[in-house]
């Protein structure tokens, strides 16, 4: 008899159960202990593998979905990428109206995955007709049993976390996890797995990560809507110019905004610390923690788990270019130029 080959089915069949890495070298002369859930290793290389697999599955168990049908939404790319992998497999037809403001490796990426991809004015209201909100919108009504995701409005994308990303990070850290550190978008991450966390241990401190230019800290501390608050900038994924039905303000305890200039500095140091090649929103949730840690938030007891949810691949052209850092005036030339002579 021959033996059983070891493989996966497919892809989708690796998506959820990341690894959470001990944090050693970024942290030295932090008090707590840090772990990172790193969403790079779900195989379209965010955490939104999960949601898209999710969502998905909840449509074809309700019969919406169906063979052949068209899957619409609206991402800054990771979104995007995760339906697109999902509907490759599914057999789905999938179209992305996406935002201006994400980076040409992330779109082409979509396109690589057979998306249809829309590029929509990044710097326009939401309720504009040229915003990727309202492109998605009339492509979903002109599209015949075409399914929206929407997943700033959709609960099953809080759920989706709370059924994985949630238990996972309690299993994971026995129960010992003291604080939760997430970047919030669509807050669809840090609302399921605060969520769940909370029901294990109502103490767990969950702290949310928001972009100077949103309104979600604002949002959170007065349940107003300010648009003063909106400005142009540069993080991709991380805070928001509309308030997401798919955030639960009430499991978030507090936000922290971070600066796209040191959000980008911890996420190159993310790499040349600890070896782990993130995103710009994972750089910006290790700037959030470190912020925290002056603060004064953490002690030796303190256990924390940051979400990293996204990989460094996705932003060459940018974080990870000194050119584009040059550009947006984020470099600190004495450093860097040293570093760019030493040839190995
Ligand atoms: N980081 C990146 C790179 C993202 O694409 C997103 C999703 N917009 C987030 C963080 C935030 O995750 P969530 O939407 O679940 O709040």
């Given at each position: 008899m021959k033996e059983e080959i070891?493989?996966?089915?497919?892809?989708?069949?690796?998506?959820?159960n990341t690894p959470l890495i001990k944090l050693n070298n970024i942290t030295a002369n932090m008090k707590g202990n840090y772990f990172a859930k790193v969403e790079a290793f779900n195989p379209g290389h965010s955490s939104k593998d999960r949601i898209a697999l999710y969502i998905i599955e909840q449509a074809e168990e309700k019969g919406?979905?169906?063979?052949g049908s068209t899957i619409i939404e609206t991402t800054s790319g990771n979104t995007g990428f995760s339906i697109a992998m999902v509907s490759v497999l599914k057999g789905y037809k999938c179209i992305l109206a996406v935002s201006s403001k994400s980076s040409k490796d992330k779109i082409d990426m979509l396109r690589t995955m057979g998306a249809k991809v829309y590029v929509c004015p990044a710097?326009?209201?939401?309720?504009?007709?040229?915003s990727y909100y309202e492109v998605a919108k009339r492509l979903h009504e002109e599209t015949e049993g075409s399914v929206y995701i929407n997943q700033y409005f959709n609960q099953l994308n809080i759920d989706a976390h709370y059924k994985t990303t949630g238990p996972e990070i309690w299993n994971q850290t026995k129960g010992q996890i003291t604080h939760l550190v997430a970047c919030s978008g669509t807050g669809g991450t840090i609302s399921g797995t605060a969520r769940f966390l909370k029901e294990q241990n109502p103490n767990i401190k969950v702290i949310g990560i928001d972009a100077f230019g949103s309104v979600l800290k604002k949002y959170h501390e007065t349940r107003e809507f300010d648009k003063n608050e909106i400005y142009p900038y540069r993080?991709?994924?991380?805070?928001?110019n509309l308030i997401p039905a798919?955030?639960?303000?009430?499991?978030?305890?507090e936000f922290i905004k971070v600066t796209d200039d040191e959000s980008a500095h911890t996420a190159r140091e993310l790499a040349k610390t600890e070896g782990i090649f993130a995103g710009y929103t994972s750089g910006a949730a290790m700037q959030g923690l470190k912020q925290l840690e002056e603060n004064g938030e953490?002690?030796?007891?303190s256990t924390i788990v940051v979400i990293?949810?996204?990989?460094?691949?996705?932003?060459m052209s940018k974080i990870y270019s000194d050119e584009w850092m040059e550009q947006q005036g984020f470099m600190d030339t004495e450093v860097e130029q040293t570093a760019s002579v030493q040839v190995v």
């Open positions: 070891q493989a996966h089915a497919n892809v989708l069949q690796l998506i959820g919406i979905l169906k063979p710097h326009v209201p939401a309720d504009d007709p040229r993080i991709e994924g991380l805070g928001k798919a955030t639960d303000f009430d499991s978030i305890d953490f002690d030796k007891a990293f949810p996204d990989h460094g691949s996705r932003y």
